[in-house]
Nanobody
Framework: QVQLVESGGGLVQPGGSLRLSCVMS????????IGWFRQSPGQERQGISC????????QYVDSVKGRFTISRDSAKKTMYLQMTMLKPEDTAVYYC???????????WGQGTQVTVSS
């Protein structure tokens, strides 16, 4: 049974940092790409960062580029999202997924809340 379990969310002040983790288990074959999405109230779930499992090629949306860093530890079957210089507009529920295109995701994590507020 495939499971994706996120952790690391919380409340942080503007300018602060958080690191999200996503432990992935149960895959028969490793996904080609894995990624992070986020969803704010009333908005669609948006992909924000993606990493290839074959060559660690990384992609970011413009709104997080230069502030967020995606990485993975294949031995631990864990993906990370290091978030720095957080802004109030980064407030959302963050999800990890087994694809970088929302329409192709087969498995989602349960989500972890990130709140950026003073």
């Amino acid at each position: 049974q495939v499971q994706l379990v996120e952790s690391g969310g919380g409340l942080v002040q503007p300018g602060g940092s958080l690191r999200l983790s996503c432990v992935m288990s149960g895959f028969t074959l490793d996904p080609y790409e894995i990624g992070w999405f986020r969803q704010s109230p009333g908005q669609e779930r948006q992909g924000i960062s993606c990493i290839s499992t074959s060559d660690d090629r990384k992609q970011y949306v413009d709104s997080v580029k230069g502030r967020f860093t995606i990485s993975r530890d294949s031995a631990k079957k864990t993906m990370y999202l290091q978030m720095t210089m957080l802004k109030p507009e980064d407030t959302a529920v963050y999800y990890c997924a087994d694809n970088c295109l929302r329409t192709l995701v087969d498995n989602w994590g349960q989500g972890t809340q990130v709140t950026v507020s003073s």
